[in-house]
């Protein structure tokens, strides 16, 4: 297609020349006139007649068409193909741009993969990546994408991951280890269990992304696009009593038709209309490149207007991976503590549970275990062989009526009961990312003000992980609506957009309600994504600051563009309308004010 558009330029340019070459040949030059006219206008011409059957009469195509007939007719052929000309060759060049633009995320749109080997049978067999069903077991050569999110069953390996976190360093991983969609693998074959279908994998959630950038256009563009059909035909107007008014009163017709058509020219809205979309495209490709997916341009134009973040805890301050730091058992061994906690989380999928089990190393006898309840909000009823066991937090003290044991540690508390008798505790940790200690001071450098935590955990630990980040405000023992309610309350207080922060598992209901919704840590649940605007497909919390600066960056460039375009457009129709202007100039500046608007919009990808 772009081949063909060049061809055509060459052509029309070609004839273009002949016409003054062959200018003292009235008829001969006319002719060459005509066919450059003709074969580099054709488009644009059967795009205006068609809507105008469409009652759509104020477009670029309309102004073009109107102008480069006026000039026909007036006899100025030359100008009436130049027009023409250099109106397509800013349209070729603006196509390039958006092809280079596009090229930002295509990385993103190769890390398909549409077949997989799965092992059938106790043999391989290599199939549709849609027909792998959640369960069945993958098996990945190197230098092949894997295909679905897993886990690894058997082998060991290193990741590229570039395409999908933007991190060079590979990636390794073990059994055990989860992996995601759209990875390479680097030196051994793996065996992967799926753990989702192709329809909900990483890669296919990245693609539905992807193709969703256009939907939501920014208030720019869409303030634009009302503007343009304002304009336009107020544009059309004025052309009309340039060229009417004045002959009347002054005579001289064919110098204010021609006064009118270098108005047309001149007014067409091409540099504001292309570089605005281009220059959103422009940002979202470059943040790409960092592993941050933005949904749509006004998501990015949000984005440029944060002043206030406020983080969900676990998860996204802190790594959300639980580990068992001390076992204080009042009577019995700690590795007999040990035992009936590992028996009393044997069903739980809850990360506190997997910290636990993690630790017990020996074999559980599944049938020791009967009339398994888990209390929300309180933790795990379950009976062991004879003994009646709790195992939870400190409601579920309360509710057994016991007392609860004065603790100074920080962290997360599990009490056992044992028949009625308080028999110990775990306390478990979640350490802070080390990304997240430089979180606050990058994001000051980017215009980011206020900070505050919304957590579900005690405020003892809140108040510690938030000391320790330089974080003033925080609020603990949250449920999910909770946090939308104070969301609200700060929304509705602050002036600029705010934007909440979270690890995507189960916070999908206040990343909707927030102004920015920024899902960390890879890709989430679909409801995640859906209610996100953003997304970080790695671990570095502290790219939040890189994805503001592209977004103010891609924000200042678009409103230079917007300036720039206005202000030469101005001076242009003052002169025109003076007869300082010709129609070669109102051509000139037009593609020049265009093309300048696009290579300053391409400025972005650097």
């Known amino acids: 297609m772009k081949n063909k558009q060049l ?215 869409k303030f634009i696009t009302r503007f343009s059909k304002v304009y336009t035909p107020i544009v059309v107007i004025l052309a009309l009593f340039l060229a009417i008014v004045p002959s009347i009163i002054v005579g001289n017709p064919s110098e204010w038709v021609y006064r009118a058509l270098v108005f047309l020219v001149i007014s067409c809205p091409c540099a504001l209309v292309l570089s605005i979309p281009l220059g959103f495209f422009c940002g979202i490709g470059k943040s790409s490149k960092y592993g941050i997916l933005v949904k749509n341009s006004e998501a990015m134009e949000k984005i440029s207007k944060i002043d206030t973040i406020v983080f969900d805890k676990t998860g996204t301050l802190t790594e959300g991976k639980f580990k068992v730091n001390q076992i204080r058992s009042e009577f019995l061994k700690e590795s007999e503590l040990l035992k009936i906690a590992a028996y009393a989380e044997y069903y739980s999928n809850h990360p506190i549970a997997l910290s636990i089990k993690q630790v017990y190393r020996d074999e559980i006898d599944e049938s020791q275990i ?72 990058k994001l000051k450098q980017v215009g980011v003000q206020h900070f505050a935590v919304l957590s579900g955990d005690h405020e003892s630990i809140v108040s510690s992980v938030c000391k320790k980040l330089g974080i003033a405000e925080y609020h603990s023992r949250l449920l999910p609506i909770d946090k939308v309610e104070y969301l609200k309350k700060l929304e509705k207080t602050s002036k600029n957009p705010v934007a909440f922060v979270g690890d995507g598992m189960n916070d999908a209901l206040v990343l909707a309600s927030a102004d920015v919704g920024i899902s960390l840590g890879g890709i989430g649940s679909d409801a995640a994504i859906e209610a996100s605007d953003m997304v970080l497909m790695n671990d570095r919390i502290s790219l939040i600051a890189k994805a503001i600066q592209i977004s103010k960056k891609t924000q200042n460039i678009i409103w230079q563009n917007i300036i720039f375009a206005i202000s030469i457009k101005v001076l242009v129709l003052i002169l025109g309308s003076l007869g300082i202007a010709n129609i070669w100039s109102a051509v000139f500046s037009d593609v020049g004010v265009t093309v300048l608007a696009i290579m300053n919009s391409i400025r972005i990808l650097k």
């Open 7 to 221: 061809l055509r330029i060459l052509i029309s340019a070609i004839f273009f020349a002949l016409g003054f070459i062959l200018g003292s040949f009235d008829t001969i030059s006319f002719i060459c006139f005509i066919i450059s006219y003709l074969v580099i206008g054709y488009d644009i011409l059967w795009k205006a007649i068609k809507n105008c059957f469409h009652l759509e009469l104020f477009d670029e195509a309309f102004l073009m068409t109107i102008a480069t007939i006026g000039a026909f007719c007036i006899g100025e052929f030359p100008e009436g193909v130049a027009v023409m000309l250099f109106f397509q060759i800013g349209e070729y060049i603006q196509d390039i741009a958006m092809n280079r633009s596009r090229k930002s995320i295509t990385h993103l749109m190769e890390l398909k993969v549409d077949m997989a080997t799965v092992v059938r049978g106790g043999n391989e067999k290599n199939v549709a990546a849609e027909e792998v069903k959640i369960d069945e077991v993958i098996v990945v050569r190197p230098g092949e994408k894997i295909p679905l999110d897993g886990v690894v069953l058997e082998g060991s390996s290193n990741l590229d991951t570039m395409s999908l976190t933007g991190e060079s360093k590979p990636l390794s991983v073990r059994e055990n280890d989860v992996v995601l969609s759209g990875g390479i693998n680097m030196d051994r074959l793996l065996k992967i269990k799926v753990t989702s279908t192709f329809e909900n994998s990483t890669v296919s959630k990245i693609l539905k992304m992807m193709e969703e950038i256009d939907q939501n256009k920014a208030t720019t563009e």
């Open 370 to 441: 009967s009339d398994y309840q888990e209390v929300p909000g309180q933790g795990i009823k379950v009976k062991i062989g004879s003994d009646e066991v709790l195992a939870g937090n400190e409601e579920m003290l309360k509710k057994a009526n016991l007392p609860i044991p004065e603790e100074d540690a920080i962290g997360t508390i599990v009490y056992f009961v044992i028949n009625g008798k308080y028999v110990g505790n775990i306390l478990i940790s979640d350490e802070i990312k080390e990304d997240s200690y430089s979180l606050v001071e």
